[in-house]
């Protein structure tokens, strides 16, 4: 599967960004999705990600409120949407897909399949 993540930018601290991964193939919808970032000399931590049929998501505490992701199986589109923007969001972000069918903390495991990473800064 080939991923394409869009949607990044520049915003003000307290504001939103939605973010998008279109996936190739079609077997979309029987991948675990996730979304991580990587902040400039920091290692790549995990977001949020959701179950093959979105029945089931998980988020990092940091986040926890303040993210929504969700899936459309129809259109192969993955979405991170974030609000309430903080300096700290500030990393690129990369969308990844796996193919083992996971539930609850289980989505916060290793992924198989990357996109190419989005750029988010939240200016404070």
């Known amino acids: 599967v080939q991923l394409r993540a869009s949607g990044g930018g520049l915003v003000q601290a307290g504001g939103s960004l939605r973010l998008s991964c279109a996936a190739s193939?079609?077997?979309?919808?029987?991948?675990?999705m996730g979304w991580f970032r990587q902040a400039p000399g920091k290692e790549r931590e995990f977001v949020a990600a959701?179950?093959?049929?979105?029945?089931?998501?998980y988020y990092a505490d940091s986040v926890k409120g303040r993210f929504t992701i969700s899936r459309d199986n129809a259109k192969n589109t993955v979405y991170l949407q974030m609000n309430s923007l903080k300096s700290d969001d500030t990393a690129v972000y990369y969308c990844?897909?796996?193919?083992?069918?996971?539930?609850?903390?289980?989505?916060?495991?290793?992924?198989?399949?990357w996109g190419q990473g989005t750029q988010v800064t939240v200016s404070s």
């Open positions: 193939g079609r077997t979309f919808s029987s991948y675990t």
């Open positions: 959701i179950a093959w049929n979105g029945g089931s998501t």
């Open positions: 990844a897909a796996d193919r083992r069918l996971r539930w609850g903390i289980e989505l916060n495991s290793p992924y198989d399949y």
